[in-house]
């Protein structure tokens, strides 16, 4: 079974630092797909990069940014130039390369930006 | 376009009672997955629907079921509620599956069981 740990369960950061979130997983998968999700107080969940596990390069979306490191099995985000609006709980998830299957969410990190 | 709309927002019901929860996914999609979401528990998946088909299903009782229409619209019913199934109940569709296409997620409902 698969299993995704994050294990900062609160932080907080002042306006335009840089964070870095972390997370781990476990797997016998050799193909898969990671995610952060944010989920702002208006509770919808939203996309915030994906990673496949066979492209060896970290995926970056403007100031987010992966480190993925396939054989020790981690995936962090780091949020550079950090905004008020990313005040959120980040969720790290994991999903089986199986168009099918479901999304295993770790317990989330909850981010306070600081003005 | 429209994103995924989870009606209604807000819902207070008792122990025992039942209750639907209403889900439309973004136009085109035909893939509706739904999560359970607690403090103590996490996200936990409830099952997915694709074509009006129940393609996968989490480790939850029976008294949890689903369903999705022509329409690609669902439904998730919880028959004689218990206080633990307090939760925020989310809703995410997809074109055909989370892998390839995405996954969008709606706003959730909440649900309190007193």
């Known amino acids: 079974a698969q299993t995704v740990t994050q294990s900062q369960p609160e932080m907080s950061v002042q306006e335009a630092e840089t964070v870095t979130l972390s997370c781990t997983y476990d797997?016998?998968?050799?193909?898969?797909?990671l995610f952060w999700y944010k989920q702002p107080p208006s509770r919808q969940m939203i996309l915030v990069i994906r990673q496949e596990a066979y492209k060896q390069q970290n995926a970056t979306e403007n100031r987010f940014s992966v480190n993925f490191q396939k054989a020790a099995k981690s995936f962090s985000l780091k949020i550079s130039d950090s905004q008020l609006g990313d005040t959120a709980m980040y969720f790290c998830?994991?999903?089986?390369?199986?168009?099918?299957?479901?999304?295993?969410f770790g317990k989330g990190t909850r981010l306070h930006i600081l003005p | 376009k429209a994103g995924v709309t989870q009606t209604p927002r807000y819902l207070i019901k008792t122990r025992g009672q039942q209750v639907t929860l209403s889900c439309s996914p973004i136009?085109?999609?035909?893939?509706v997955s739904w999560y359970q979401q607690t403090p103590g528990q996490g996200l936990q998946f409830l099952f997915e629907y694709f074509s009006e088909t129940q393609r996968n299903k989490g480790n939850f009782p029976g008294r949890f079921s689903g369903r999705q229409f022509s329409n690609s619209r669902s439904e998730m019913n919880v028959s004689t509620l218990e206080l633990g199934d307090s939760a925020l109940y989310l809703c995410?569709?997809?074109f055909g599956g989370g892998t390839n296409y995405g996954y969008t997620f709606g706003s959730g409902t909440r649900l309190t069981v007193v």
């Open positions: 998830a994991f999903m089986k390369f199986n168009r099918d299957d479901k999304i295993i």
């Open positions: 136009s085109g999609h035909r893939s």
């Open positions: 797997t016998s998968e050799s193909n898969y797909y």
């Open positions: 995410a569709s997809s």
